[in-house]
């Protein structure tokens, strides 16, 4: 069974974050969460929240059903960053004209899969 968890209009550019995703796309959650730790990026700290929240997900429903639950079981199988709606604002310039400003959102989705499953 698949555990997932998502952040929905991330203030940030998914251009950003998507190299961290693919940093810990295959890896364990324990793993995945190390190496975000250790990253300057804004969209890591983001990225890592998303993957709290799955493994969180995860041991809820694991308590729920009464199974034996261990986080080192769980491995990152998809880590999905996608374009959000953008907030359009303008500036302007000479002569009256007036350039567009796009201020970028994205979608940070993640799931987790037990090792067993796959």
Avoid: C, W
């Avoid at 698949?2 to 793993?31: M, Q, W």
């Avoid at 491995?75 to 604002?89: C, L, N, T």
């Avoid at 009256?96 to 994205?106: E, M, V």
């Amino acid at each position: 069974m698949p555990y997932r968890a998502t952040h929905k209009h991330a203030r940030i550019s998914a251009r950003k974050v998507r190299p961290l995703a693919n940093l810990v796309r295959g890896k364990f959650a324990d793993e995945a969460l190390e190496i975000l730790r250790y990253q300057p990026h804004r969209g890591a700290r983001m990225l890592e929240k998303v993957i709290q929240s799955a493994v969180g997900n995860a041991q809820d429903t694991e308590q729920n059903s009464g199974e034996s639950y261990s986080e080192t079981e769980l491995v990152v199988v998809d880590a999905r960053i996608d374009g959000g709606p953008m907030f359009k604002r303008f500036q302007p310039r000479s002569r009256g004209q007036a350039f567009t400003i796009l201020k970028r959102t994205s979608h940070i989705s993640v799931v987790l899969k037990r090792l067993d499953e796959l």
